[in-house]
């Protein structure tokens, strides 16, 4: 029985079957030390009764009188000691009654074989239908000592209301058992459906009828599921595209290179020519490198929930010597810089902050004109450390402001022809705030500038001082 349909029917098989053996033992040993007692103490006097009527009217024709308690519900059987003996009513299914228990009857002394018969263990001992299960007394007609011995005739005591009650039992039973197959059936469906649903996700097949309508647990379990594909048919396409652009952005140097390296065989060029090609050569294979060092930084930050290192670092120290690296560039600009750094510490991974500034500060630097200017401020608020790149370059038209952090993108193809870029920049920035539970906000105007700020959760006061 492996599946669950199977237990679940094995389960409900032995649960009735262990619950009629528990309540059957219950009810044998009540009818052991209660109802045995009292239904020999019960019989016994019914006994009596019959006797002491006897005895009270002699005249009465006993063979009738007998016939007619039998009818009622009873067997009898009487004695005496020339051993003349009658039955009344149904036969007995044993007759092994014990001379010893009809002499001591006989004798004047009761019998109570209802009570002390001792081999029954079971409650079916008061149906045992045996002459030894009876209870026996003596009585005197026309002088003559009798012994007679009595018990209920069960057949008769079986009632119409008992089968009634009993059929309803059984109905009962099989109508329980039924149903259960039924719901377990209703209930087992739809884990069916979901295990089909898995195998079709494993083979990257994402058009899931899932049952997500219901609202019990399975129903969650369905709608949790179908957003768990939702989540896998979504990282399944980001990837392919993911793929599609790195493809594209190897190719496109690779195939420059291949080009230039071909033409530089032909003796006949020029040195300047010579030159130039292996320039585009140098620069492309520069592109290349710097392409690969993203992608190695964005999947080493895609891997990371927090940050693996807590280095305690000035925040301010580091921006400056980042801007430092970048001076030369501005000078070649003519760029005018105005910092506004408060001196703030703070806690994470140096060398991903790190990353966050050159990005914004390459980029500011990127997109502004010559003779431009580019403002980094640092300052903190009640919750916040607020970090901003503003600078007075090309702008951004909103329509790209949603997808700027997007991998790959890059705003205008046709303006980058004189700009480097890889359009991942942002993306690592993106990565590397979240990371640090920061976030990120972009404000630009076309032909006027852009402005990046960044908040970091503050550090608590304790370790801040
Ligand atoms: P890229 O390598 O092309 O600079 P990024 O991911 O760093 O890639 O930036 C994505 C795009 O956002 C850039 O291609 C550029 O068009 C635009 N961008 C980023 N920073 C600025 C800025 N300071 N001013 C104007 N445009 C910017």
């Known amino acids: 029985m492996r599946s669950l349909y199977g237990k679940f029917l094995l389960f409900t098989v032995m649960i009735m079957i262990g619950s009629f053996i528990i309540a059957f033992l219950v009810v044998n040993t009540f009818y052991h030390q209660q109802l045995r007692p009292q239904n020999d103490a ?57 001379d010893q228990a009809v002499e001591q009857v006989l004798a004047g002394e009761q019998y109570h074989g209802m009570r002390d018969l001792p081999k029954e ?39 119409e209301i008992h089968y009634l009650l009993g059929g309803l039992f059984v109905v009962m039973v099989v109508i329980s058992l039924v149903a259960m197959l ?17 195998k079709k996700i494993g083979a990257e097949d994402f058009s899931l009828s899932l049952p997500t ?26 990837r392919k595209q993911f793929i599609n652009d790195v493809s594209h952005d190897f190719q496109t140097p690779l195939q420059n290179i291949k080009g230039y390296a071909a033409l530089l065989h032909d003796a006949k060029l020029s040195n300047s020519e010579r030159q130039d090609y292996t320039n585009i050569i140098e620069s492309e294979t520069e592109r290349l490198s710097a392409l690969t060092k993203q992608l190695l930084l964005l999947t080493s930050l895609d891997s990371l929930t927090s940050p693996m290192q807590q280095d305690a670092f000035s925040l301010d120290t580091q921006l400056k010597e980042v801007i430092q ?5 501005m000078e070649e600009k003519h760029i ?58 090309v702008g951004i038209d909103k329509a790209h402001i949603p997808f700027l952090f ?17 359009g991942l920049g942002l993306s690592i920035v993106q990565q590397a705030v979240a990371l640090h539970q920061g976030s ?8 006027e500038g852009t402005t990046f700020t960044i908040r970091l959760p503050k550090l608590d006061e304790a370790l801040n001082d």
């Open 182 to 198: 039924f719901v377990a059936r209703k209930l087992i469906q739809p884990i069916t459906k979901l295990t089909a649903a898995t």
């Open 406 to 422: 997007d991998r790959f993108y890059r705003v205008d193809e046709a303006r980058h022809d004189k700009v480097e870029g890889t």
């Open 42 to 98: 019960k019989n016994m006097k019914i006994a009596e009764n019959v006797a002491d009527y006897i005895e009270s009217d002699q005249h009465i024709d006993l063979d009738e009188f007998l016939s007619t308690q039998a009818k009622v519900g009873y067997k009898l059987y009487i004695t005496n000691h020339a051993g003349e003996d009658q039955f009344y009513g149904k036969p007995f299914r044993l007759e092994n009654l014990s």
């Open 336 to 393: 005018a810089l105005s910092l506004e750094l408060d001196e703030i510490n703070f806690i994470g991974q140096a060398e991903y902050t790190e990353k966050i500034w050159e990005n914004l500060l390459s980029n500011a630097l990127k997109y502004t004109l010559d003779y431009g200017m580019i403002e980094v401020g640092l300052e903190e608020t009640e919750n916040d450390i607020i970090i901003t790149f503003s600078d007075s370059g």
């Open 325 to 329: 690296k970048y001076r030369w560039l």
């Open 213 to 238: 309508n219901r609202g019990d647990e399975i129903g969650q379990l369905a709608d949790s599921f179908q957003s768990m594909a939702n989540h896998l048919q979504e990282s399944d396409e980001l």
């Open 121 to 159: 263990t079971f409650v079916t001992g008061f149906f045992s239908d045996e002459m030894a299960n009876t209870v026996g007394v003596s009585f005197t007609y026309e002088e003559e000592q009798y012994g007679l011995f009595l018990r209920p005739d069960i057949k008769l005591l079986f009632t």
């Open 440 to 447: 990120i906000e972009v404000t630009s105007k076309l032909h």
